[in-house]
């Protein structure tokens, strides 16, 4: 039988990999035979909300500053240097 410390790290980790794939799809969008920046900033947006689904609620603190933290953090390379 699981513990619920083990229910808890795996629902910790569907959520981290649901945000992977959304940052994933985000990074195969910025590239130069798309170049689709309102969907990638969609997913990027998806993958921060899943980042923090996924973290323990004592964690959160303010969500709004979290959010944007998140989406930093997730996505540091697809930013347009232009």
Do not use: C
Not at 9 to 27: N, P, S
Not at 57 to 72: K, R
Not at 75 to 82: D, E, F, G, Q, V
């Amino acid at each position: 039988m699981r513990t619920p410390e083990q229910v808890k790290w795996d629902f910790v980790q569907q959520w981290l990999d649901k945000a992977r794939k959304d940052l994933a799809t985000g990074e195969i969008l910025l590239r130069e035979d798309f170049e689709d920046y309102e969907n990638a900033g969609f997913h990027a947006q998806q993958a921060a909300e899943k980042f923090i689904k996924g973290k323990p609620p004592a964690l959160l603190g303010n969500s709004q500053s979290l959010t944007f933290a998140a989406v930093v953090f997730l996505a540091p390379s697809t930013w347009n240097k232009n």
